[in-house]
């Protein structure tokens, strides 16, 4: 939704309140203490109290908000800015557009909202004509100090320390009309990016089994550690390229990549090793929903409501 929309939406906290509950309820509470799925709700703590043992359950309790006290309103104006933009946002502009005291708790709550976005992305895996390559991304490892940075020997090129290294996995479909956009083979569908730890045989085949449909075909250039794919798809097309042509074998693995990293680039400038995940799924999470429009807030909110226990399950992070 546009700015004007939003601000009709939810003037203030008592709003952002009755729409978190709204969609709260719609999806379902569910008691911590014996499973039960019908509740009272009480209004003037804003808790829910079950029917069946009366254990009660806060508004925030099994969604992102558990266990912060930043108001509803500064959740439901980040989500809003993170999803009316095609590009990222910082979290030293929110915080100047909040006009909130400190940068920690504003960045840990841009932080919980990127995971909500993954970890709803991980619900549908890819499938149909899948293109597959690795991109390396620059990123700071921010567990080091500056000192043993500036002082460690790096390895130029090709896994360098200074890069990170990411599986991106692009769904498309054969094109059926004689129209082609920027004349590409194929038509784009979704876009799936994991950070990998290393580029081995057995850690790709894992991030494969567990993201890409086995019904699918997919399509490689003739890197070594792609030699075990055929094991866990339908088909794999392994086609030898130089690096003048890769970008025409998988034009939209690389479409992808250039525009990720050309985001991340403009908006962060730096991004630490260790959260550079979170940043990749809401650039997929954005792609991905890229024809949504204005339903793009409200999708989001499900999301971050329906996150169970508080916790999320990514066998890659």
Partial sequence: MNLIKFIED??????????????????????????????????????????QCDTRTTLRSGTILQASKLPYRYWFIAMHLMTSTK????????????????????????????????ARDSKYPINKIVELDEGF??????????DE?????????????????????????????????RKKPTKFR????????????????EVIKHNVDYDSVIKTDNYSSYTGI???????IPEKSDIKGSDKILPWVHTMISNAKRSLLGVHHMV??????????????????????????????????SRQNGKFVNHFR
């Fill in 10 to 51: 939810f003037p203030d906290e008592i709003a952002c309140i009755k729409k978190f509950k709204e969609i709260r309820v719609r999806e379902g509470v569910t008691c911590r203490k014996c499973g039960g799925r019908e509740h009272y709700w009480q209004g003037s703590i804003l808790q829910f109290q079950c029917k």
């Fill in 87 to 118: 590009k990222s946002f910082s979290a030293l502009e929110l915080q100047r557009q909040i006009g909130h005291k400190y940068y920690e708790p504003i960045w840990f709550m841009m932080q919980k909202i990127r995971q909500s976005m993954g």
């Fill in 137 to 146: 991304f620059e990123s700071v490892d921010t567990e080091k100090g500056p």
């Fill in 149 to 181: 940075r500036k002082n460690e020997t790096r390895k130029r090129g090709r896994g360098s320390q200074k890069q990170s290294p990411v599986m991106v996995m692009a769904s498309t479909i054969h094109y059926f009309s004689s129209v082609r956009k």
């Fill in 190 to 205: 979704f876009v799936r990016m994991v950070v990998m730890k290393n580029l081995k045989k057995k850690t790709i085949n």
């Fill in 230 to 236: 055929k094991e866990n798809v339908w088909t794999h």
């Fill in 272 to 305: 630490s090793k260790k959260y550079i995940q979170n940043y990749l799924d809401e650039f997929c999470y954005k792609v991905n929903r890229r024809y949504y429009g204005e339903k793009l807030f409200d999708r989001l909110l499900i999301a971050c409501v």
